[in-house]
C-alpha cells in the first residue's frame, strides 16, 4: 500500500531502504529508548531492519516507513498483532526520528494507516497502548479520534521494567465519522 498527502507518503519498507533507516534510528536511539519495548531476545541494531522486513507484511503485521515530501524516511507506523474472528482488531505502534519531531508526521501517518485498517483490512478496531507521562503521543491519538479506555499496570517492558501504560482506541465508525479532510490530514 503507498498513500499520499501533502506532507507525507506512507509505504511498505524495501531492503534497499535499510542504510536508511539505520541511520535514523541510530542518530534516535536516546530519543526513542524510554519509549520502545525491549527488543526480542538475541535482538542488535544490526538485525533489527531484516526483522522490520521479515515481520513488516504478514497475517499479523503490517510496517509502513513513513517518508516526508522529499522522499526522506522521518519514522514508522505499524499494525501489530492483527486478530481477526470476532475481535478484528490490531495495535498501532509508530515513531519519529527525533530530526523530525513536532511537524505533524506521526498524526499523517497515523489517519494513512488507520484508513488502510478499516477500509482495506476491515478491522474493527485499532488500539494504541501509551506510557501516561508521554504527552506527546497521547495528545497524538486524543486528536485523530482515540479515547481513553482504561489503565494497564506493568504492561510493557520497557528497558528492564514492566511500565504502565493507557490504552486508547478508535473504532472503524468513530474514525469514519471524523470529517474526510482529517482522515487524510
Given at each position: 500500500?503507498?498513500?499520499?498527502?501533502p506532507?507525507?507518503?506512507?509505504?511498505?519498507?524495501?531492503?534497499?531502504?535499510?542504510?536508511?533507516?539505520?541511520?535514523?534510528?541510530?542518530?534516535?536511539?536516546?530519543?526513542?529508548?524510554?519509549?520502545?519495548?525491549?527488543?526480542?531476545?538475541?535482538?542488535s541494531?544490526?538485525?533489527?531492519?531484516?526483522?522490520?522486513?521479515?515481520?513488516?507484511?504478514?497475517?499479523?503485521?503490517?510496517?509502513?516507513?513513513?517518508?516526508?515530501?522529499?522522499?526522506?524516511?522521518?519514522?514508522?507506523?505499524?499494525?501489530?498483532?492483527?486478530?481477526r474472528?470476532?475481535?478484528?482488531?490490531?495495535?498501532?505502534?509508530?515513531?519519529?526520528?527525533?530530526?523530525?519531531?513536532?511537524?505533524?508526521?506521526?498524526?499523517?501517518?497515523?489517519?494513512?494507516?488507520?484508513?488502510?485498517?478499516?477500509?482495506?483490512?476491515?478491522?474493527?478496531?485499532?488500539?494504541?497502548n501509551?506510557?501516561?507521562?508521554?504527552?506527546?503521543?497521547?495528545?497524538?491519538?486524543?486528536?485523530?479520534?482515540?479515547?481513553?479506555?482504561?489503565?494497564?499496570?506493568?504492561?510493557?517492558?520497557?528497558?528492564?521494567?514492566?511500565?504502565?501504560?493507557?490504552?486508547?482506541?478508535?473504532?472503524?465508525?468513530?474514525?469514519?465519522?471524523?470529517?474526510?479532510?482529517?482522515?487524510?490530514?
Open positions: 500500500m503507498t498513500s499520499r498527502t506532507n507525507i507518503t506512507v509505504r511498505r519498507p524495501l531492503a534497499s531502504d535499510e542504510r536508511e533507516w539505520l541511520t535514523l534510528r541510530k542518530v534516535s536511539r536516546d530519543f526513542l529508548i524510554p519509549w520502545e519495548p525491549n527488543p526480542p531476545p538475541g535482538s541494531d544490526e538485525n533489527s531492519f531484516d526483522r522490520v522486513l521479515e515481520t513488516g507484511w504478514t497475517d499479523t503485521h503490517r510496517r509502513f516507513l513513513i517518508l516526508n515530501a522529499g522522499g526522506s524516511i522521518v519514522g514508522q507506523c505499524s499494525l501489530g498483532q492483527i486478530i474472528g470476532p475481535l478484528q482488531q490490531a495495535f498501532l505502534g509508530y515513531w519519529v526520528g527525533l530530526p523530525h519531531v513536532r511537524k505533524g508526521y506521526a498524526s499523517a501517518a497515523i489517519r494513512q494507516v488507520l484508513a488502510y485498517a478499516f477500509g482495506t483490512l476491515l478491522l474493527n478496531r485499532i488500539e494504541a501509551i506510557q501516561p507521562h508521554n504527552a506527546a503521543s497521547i495528545a497524538t491519538v486524543k486528536a485523530i479520534g482515540f479515547r481513553l479506555e482504561g489503565f494497564s499496570p506493568k504492561y510493557l517492558e520497557i528497558q528492564g521494567t514492566f511500565a504502565d501504560h493507557q490504552r486508547w482506541a478508535i473504532l472503524n465508525e468513530e474514525f469514519a465519522a471524523t470529517p474526510r479532510a482529517a482522515r487524510s490530514a
